[in-house]
């Protein structure tokens, strides 16, 4: 006889699901049942975190922030008045007159309307009118003194013709420019009303640290006054826009718009002007680059008093000192300035500053790299006297010369150009194994040109190429492999490891430090 399983609840079952359907049943009438009311009776209230904000300084800055709106006259020509007729017209006057193609130029503009003739009988009758002004940029900036001052960057206000400030209630003001500095990317404006304005000084960005809270404010995408936040990132960065780059690196989002708009601390006092960000996207990544103060301070200060910036000058080409050139050099340490060419009639050139030497010291401080000597050659007056020590032919030295002033438009060097291209193939064609080079001896006598390079090779690896030219090695002028090796063979007797090729191509001369295997 089978069994069947019992399909009768059991009677602690019963008492089990009716004690839960008679509390479910309290909790839908009357709420929740009293002995866990208490866990609920109260909205969640977290208490704030001694978290400081931003607002106070906001509040206290945001009214010395402007926008800047910079406009430029754009001169009428045929291509600016609707006639379309250079680029569309060709055999729309084989069209009949009712053809839609036709019909929508003769009404917007084209071969049927001929406003383009109308604009030259007019400059035929009246001579050239003037162009009309129209919005070309806008940007930041942010007032430094009560009397209207204001400073932004160079290329929201470059070849602009009209400009103007918008304050942030929204009142909008005309404004001068008094000039500005393509190398440190900094203008000023000044606007000119009868009100004291309020304004923001200078931090001393030299105490700045990385990690320090830092507050931009300014007028992304034309939006007016907006305020982020962020850290400084990092310090003396190179973005390669200039010789004197020293930028702050800050993750405060910086976009279109918010150029020449301050960075401040908590203090409110500027640490830096927004000029650059790093953006595949063209938007903020969270890396933006801010001039610091300790440079603006300077350029804006010779820009209210004369109008333009005067630097000082040692007029010598330089390049970084490598851990290579510095082994080819005999150097302890891969810092200074390389000097790959006195510009002649300079202050360097007539202090006797050759190819070749190390720029180490100035006026006794050591010099890190080029833009450090950069930056501190063009801090110094022009006129004055200045020390300079070289490192030269293994041993210290020191010259002293007048800093001479920088020229406001220094040419681009652009070197002689031989032919190398045709010396290949001559004869004459030698081969430095060791170096995996080929070399022939130049058609103008000085120096050799490379003809071949081992791609494997040291000199394939550091760059060098087919038509370039072998100008000196060790400072040596050479003009052929015997030559080279000669050189060589005596770096090796020193215990060099190393030997320091000058090279000279289209783009101009360098250094490259080639490795020499020990006999």
């Known amino acids: 006889m089978s069994t069947k399983k019992s399909l009768r609840p059991s009677l602690k079952t019963i008492l089990k699901t009716s004690t839960v359907a008679g509390a479910a049943a309290v909790m839908l009438t009357t709420g929740i049942p009293a002995q866990i009311s208490h866990s609920f009776a109260q909205a969640v209230k977290v208490q704030a975190p001694n978290v400081a904000s931003f607002a106070d300084v906001v509040e206290a800055v945001s009214p010395a922030v402007v926008s800047v709106r910079v406009q430029s006259r754009v001169q009428v020509s045929n291509e600016q008045t609707g006639n379309f007729s250079f680029d569309f017209g060709r055999g729309l006057e084989d069209l009949p007159d009712d053809h839609p193609l036709k019909r929508f130029f003769r009404e917007f503009g084209g071969p049927g309307q001929r406003e383009g003739d109308r604009a030259d009988r007019w400059r035929e009758r009246h001579g050239p009118r003037e162009g009309r002004l129209r919005p070309r940029a806008q940007g930041s900036g942010f007032f430094i003194s009560q009397d209207g001052y204001v400073v932004t960057n160079n290329h929201v206000v470059s070849d602009g013709s009209s400009f103007s400030v918008i304050l942030n209630d929204g009142t909008e003001l005309d404004a001068k420019l008094v000039g500005k500095d393509q190398r440190t990317d900094l203008a000023v404006l000044k606007v000119d009303a009868k009100r004291k304005f309020a304004y923001v000084s200078f931090a001393d960005d030299t105490k700045v640290r990385v990690g320090d809270w830092v507050v931009a404010v300014g007028n992304p995408f034309g939006l007016g006054g907006t305020v982020t936040a962020g850290i400084v990132s990092a310090r003396g960065r190179d973005i390669g826009s200039g010789p004197y780059d020293d930028y702050l690196q800050v993750d405060a989002a910086v976009n279109r718009g918010n150029s020449g708009g301050p960075t401040f601390d908590l203090a409110g006092e500027v640490v830096g002007i927004n000029t650059a960000i790093f953006s595949p996207s063209g938007g903020n990544v969270g890396i933006a680059f801010a001039i610091p103060a300790s440079v603006a301070r300077n350029v804006v200060e010779d820009l209210i008093k004369d109008g333009t910036v005067s630097r000082g000058w040692l007029g010598v080409q330089i390049q970084p000192v490598t851990k290579d050139i510095a082994d080819s050099l005999g150097l ?70 007048e800093i001479g002033t920088l020229p406001d438009d220094t040419a681009d060097r652009t070197p002689d150009s031989d032919d190398e291209q045709s010396n290949r193939g001559q004869t004459g064609e030698e081969t430095l194994s060791d170096l995996g080079l080929a070399v022939i001896p130049s058609d103008d006598g000085q120096g050799v040109t490379i003809t071949s390079v081992d791609p494997e090779s040291d000199a394939g690896d550091r760059g060098l190429k087919e038509g370039e030219k072998i100008v000196s090695v060790n400072n040596q002028d050479v003009k052929s492999a015997d030559e080279i090796l000669k050189v060589i063979e005596t770096a090796r007797k020193d215990g060099r490891s190393k030997a320091l090729f000058q090279i000279e191509a289209a783009e101009g001369s360098r250094f490259v430090a080639l490795p020499i295997e020990q006999g």
């Open 332 to 401: 302890a340490e891969a810092q200074g300035a390389l000097v790959v060419e006195p510009q002649p009639g300079s202050p360097g050139e007539k202090a006797g500053i050759k190819q070749g030497d190390v720029v180490t010291a100035l006026n006794g401080e050591p010099v890190k790299d080029p833009r450090d000597l950069a930056r501190r050659v063009a801090a110094i007056n022009p006129g004055s006297s200045a020390e300079v020590t070289l490192w030269r032919d293994g041993k210290s030295e020191s010259v002293k010369l």
